[in-house]
């Protein structure tokens, strides 16, 4: 019925090497596409898209990021976080230094400002491997937030040492600040997240993934087979932080509109992105998405269940919540250690064979 | 002497008994990896787990309360009674052993043969539960320990080392913490006897058989689990002691699940995997980041503590990239 393969004849090299070369495949991700840009900004609320909506196209931009690196390089980072702060000052520094800029630049820029400060803590994973690697990007989340709280030149000598997102508009529609309508934000945020993962898809498809992918399955052999582990190793990373560093300055400037770097960045962010990287599957675009999905998912609904169900105080909430999260973690990686991806995946091959399976 | 100096050797002693704090959460990491090959994030979390439970069961807290109050409209909180510390750490022991035989049998049994990182995000999970968990079974309030360790600043040494500054200057002697000066011994004293564990008794030796070669001990008939449950169990007595120590220094409360991630730099110094490698790892951090912070903190703005270690180990294992006592790394093809 579904995935039929039968009957759908590639007649030239570009047909057979797209991105779904299933027709199914194909008209569904026209399908979502078409929901995504059309359907769900006609059904959107205030809550349903800051509470829902924005987070998840947030974080699934700062998981790809760090799928690229985790799941396709084989790079453990728990840097996240401090990467984020960075790509969230240099919007803020971008917008308050040139206010003319259309936002797709300056977020853009602090990508790319994200990307090589990336790039400068990725050069220690030349020498150090595994979990030591892991350690070592701790020293990036905790000396960068430390260095964006410290020096008043990132948030602009305000008293508070917080950072807050002018209004600033995108062909007369205004997307950050206070004022800006949900649609427009979520639209915005929409754009930036099909950009990337459209990025991601491809590169990971071509030479650049294929190197990362050699040197994550043995590095030793990649090298002797000829990558050159330095350009993978910091393309990676340099990849990596600029998807990092945009979702921390869409973090900021759309969904936040105002944040203090040791809050908002901690190294539970780091985590936080870790965890939808493996729930969604590590080496998976897709899990990337659904990892996301189901992290902003689920503490809303706890906290509707929970609090707005049952009556509990908030805090017996909150680690009811811990002990939750951590426990479906524990099922996850016990049930399926490759992600919800992998689920997902299986779930395929059973649908190409249904109704006769042999 | 001038004061400047005694300064500077006060600030190294107070840095290494800091370092040695460190040194008792990196122990419990070392532990668990060398046996088990996983890197266990949760142990701040049992640290702090093992601390509330011992103040729970010490002061007669009812387990749950918070949440017996809020399913059923009760107002409950105490027993009313008062256990002795020894049989209340006797029992908080017996609590972390539970614990060792939980996590082997739900969690680690069926992780076996998975991917290093997968174990560590479990611990990850596991880290998570435990924070949850322990807030709803003893409440998340700060909570003081007092187990009878000394405390505050010794009289004596200030006293005594109040004639070493040099005429005319002003000088109010050492300060240095009892509770630290006690930490350090119980350290020692903790490292030796894991040391005479490991090498003269018979659990020790398959301890270390299982740390070398995983299917070799197999073969000669040492059962995983067993040693699995064990060196979990050990880890969570060091867990205790740790607690105990941090508790009685800054009262029970949740950052005392963060020292976890200060001890991972003392750990990447060391090594992942040597016990002598975690306390001599933590000693140099705990220098490093006093003396720093007190020469160089000042004129950077300060709180350079919280990233300190992280930057000094990061330029020892660009050198060194196994740690300082760690196995040398062999890569095949």
Known sequence: ?358 | MSADFLYLVEVILNGLMAGVMYSLVALGFVLIFKASGIFNYAQGVMALFAALTLVGIQTGQVPFAHLINAIFGTNVHHFGWQVPTVLAIALTVGVMVLFAILVERYVLHHLVNQEPIILFMATIGLAYFMEGFGDIMWGSDIKTLDVGLPSGGSRWLEDYTLGWAAEGERYYGMYLDKLDMVASLVAIVLVVSLTIFSQYTKTGRALRAVADDHQAALSVGISLRTIWVIVWAIAGFVALVAGIMWGAKSGVQFSLSLIALKALPVLMLGGFTSIPGAIIGGLIIGVGEKVFEYSIGPLIGGATENWFAYVLALMFLVFRPQGLFGEKIIERV
């Open chain 1, 1 to 358: 019925m579904f995935y039929r393969e039968s009957g759908d004849f590639k007649k030239t090299y570009k047909l057979d090497s797209q991105t779904f070369p299933i027709k199914f495949d194909r008209w569904r991700y026209y399908f979502v596409m078409l929901v995504a840009f059309i359907v769900v900004p006609m059904f959107l609320t205030d809550y349903s898209a800051n509470a829902v909506m924005i987070p998840f196209l947030v974080w699934a931009i700062a998981a790809l990021g760090l799928n690229i690196l985790v799941g396709y390089c084989g790079q453990l980072s728990l840097g996240t976080g401090g990467f984020m702060a960075v790509g969230a000052y240099s919007t803020y520094k971008l917008m308050t230094s040139f206010p003319g800029m259309d936002m797709i630049s300056v977020i853009m820029l602090s990508g790319l400002v994200t990307a090589v400060v990336g790039a400068f803590f990725g050069l220690p994973s030349l020498r150090i491997k595994g979990f030591y690697l892991a350690v070592v990007t701790l020293a990036a989340q905790f000396f960068l937030v430390w260095l964006l709280n410290k020096v008043p030149w990132f948030y602009n000598y305000s008293a508070s040492g917080q950072i807050s997102a002018p209004q600033r508009e995108l062909f007369g529609i205004v997307v950050t600040g206070p004022h800006a309508t949900p649609v427009a934000a979520y639209l915005f945020c929409l754009i930036f997240a099909v950009g990337l993962a459209w990025i991601a898809r491809n590169l990971t498809r071509g030479r650049m993934g294929r190197s990362w992918m050699a040197i994550r399955d043995m590095d030793i052999a990649a090298e002797i087979i000829g990558v050159n582990p330095l350009m993978a190793k910091l393309s990676a990373f340099a990849v990596s932080s600029f998807f990092i560093g945009v979702s921390g300055a869409l973090l900021f400037s759309v969904y936040l509109g105002a944040a203090e770097v040791t809050e908002a960045f901690s190294i539970n962010v780091s985590f936080a992105v870790l965890f939808m990287v493996i729930i969604g599957g590590l080496g998976s675009i897709f899990g990337s998405f659904i990892g996301a999905a189901f992290m902003v998912l689920m503490p809303v609904l706890l906290k509707n269940i929970l609090v707005g169900g049952l009556g509990w105080p908030t805090d017996l909430a909150a680690h009811f919540e811990l002990i939750i999260v951590g426990g479906l973690i524990l099922v996850f990686l016990i049930v399926e250690p490759h992600g919800l991806a992998q689920m997902a995946r299986v779930l395929k091959e059973k649908l190409r064979l249904w109704p006769f399976p042999h």
